[in-house]
């Protein structure tokens, strides 16, 4: 994998999603915990094209055109022209707070839920509100919406999963209910599943087959040894979002989870647990991961690195070395990988000053061997290098004078 960008930031990126087309990628950032920072970055040069903060709670690119979705604690959904950096339009979207926004491929729609309790669908150009749904779950954290818009998905504070007949809006089907809020709902590409999660921990599969009639619950929780995520604590100003170390294939076949003990477990949709595979190679938690879009590879970040691994068996055909990565993405094409980090040091050694360590966003050309070699001894050769080489420098006096 060929470096091509390393774009510098103030402080650790925890959420990245990239645009349908590959040309930007959108960079989340929490500054001291507080209020959320959106970056939005075009991928060709690297260049940082907005910043948007303003009480931002979610985001989403309105198909493969400029137009950037933000949704807002004042009750406000902007509308930007990523290109010119410019707001184009202002919606007055929910009383009390927009918390999360999903975009429909077709129609020029966008679904919105709310601190209302109210989940909405809106024309992007002209503003108008075309549906109205009150769940009484309490606020919406999360929503997702299928591409033909007759579908919407809204994770509640009460811990309900719902979905929502978008074309006769009297209908509203409860799929889940969790102890806790619900966090984050969100569909396979195919739209015949749907990933659940919940503050307790409590992770859940359902399958739509044919989406969304004749709901059922796949017999796959997978939570038990996840890898932890330090941003999961919903807080105001944090968007909801799905987990990054949980991920469907793009054809709906496979599911995969990233764990705390440095493994990949792949899962057969129609079987669900046990995992079909176990794969290792991270030498610390799997923070993050993702498929390719020919659903052939899947791709992790750890502490240490980003490996590739061919699904079909397992075997590392390509990585980098970079330490500290928390999130992962890929272009819908699949050439290009996107990673963000960053880690506090405490200050200890010959650093005795805290601070913030290799907050970045980094951009590779993905460039695979053969898909038959096996590179995973020397990938994990060189991730153990790369993070002795990385201590080293902390620990020299040269680091700590700076």
């Known amino acids: 994998m060929q470096q091509l960008h390393r774009i510098p930031f103030d402080h650790v990126v925890q959420r990245i999603e990239v645009h349908p ?32 903060r303003e009480g931002i709670t979610d985001a989403a690119f309105a198909g493969q055109n400029d137009l950037l979705l933000t949704s807002h604690l004042d009750g406000r959904v902007l509308v930007w022209n990523v290109a010119q950096g410019e707001q184009v339009r202002s919606i007055e979207a929910h009383p009390g707070g927009a918390l999360s926004i999903a ?11 709310g601190e209302d309790g109210t989940t909405r669908l809106w024309d992007i150009e002209s503003g108008l509100d075309l549906n109205m749904l009150e769940l009484q779950a309490g606020p919406v954290r999360c929503v997702a919406i299928t ?24 209908e509203i089907r409860h799929i889940a209910s969790y102890p806790g809020p619900a966090l984050c709902a969100s569909l396979s590409a195919d739209e015949r599943l749907l990933f659940a999660d919940a503050r307790n921990g409590e992770s859940v599969v359902v399958v ?42 793009p054809h709906g076949r496979r599911a995969a989870s990233a764990h705390g003990d440095g493994t990949i477990r792949l899962y057969g949709i129609e079987d669900g647990l046990p995992p079909e595979q176990i794969f290792h190679g991270h030498h610390g938690p799997v923070h993050a991961i993702t498929f390719s879009p020919d659903g052939e590879r899947v791709l992790t970040a750890g502490t240490n690195g980003i490996r590739v691994s061919n ?7 390509a990585g980098a070395a970079c330490a500290h990565l928390r999130c992962l993405a890929t272009t819908s094409q699949g050439n290009l ?64 004078a700076e």
């Open 21 to 52: 087309g590959g040309r930007y990628a959108l960079c989340w950032t929490w500054p001291d915990n507080q209020e959320a920072v959106l970056a939005v970055a075009r991928l060709d040069d690297g260049e940082i094209v907005l910043r948007v």
């Open 103 to 113: 975009v429909a491929a077709t129609d020029n729609m966008f679904f919105s839920g």
């Open 147 to 170: 591409q033909n818009a007759h579908w919407g998905i809204a994770a509640c504070e009460n811990g309900t999963i719902a979905v929502c007949d978008l074309a006769d809006d009297s």
């Open 208 to 249: 739509a087959d044919p989406p969304p009639e004749d709901l059922a619950l796949l017999a796959a929780r997978i939570t038990k040894g996840l890898a932890s995520n330090p941003k999961m604590g919903v807080r105001r100003t944090e968007p909801s979002h799905q987990r990054p170390f949980f991920a469907f294939d």
């Open 311 to 317: 699904v079909a068996s397992g075997q590392a055909i």
């Open 337 to 400: 990988v996107v990673g963000g980090g960053g880690a506090f040091s405490p200050g200890v050694g010959k650093r005795p000053r805290p601070g913030l360590v290799d907050c970045a966003l980094h951009v590779w050309k993905l460039a695979t061997s053969d898909p038959s070699e096996d590179l995973s001894a020397d990938l994990s050769a060189e991730l153990s290098e790369a993070r002795s080489t990385e201590l080293s420098e902390e620990r020299s006096p040269e680091k700590s």
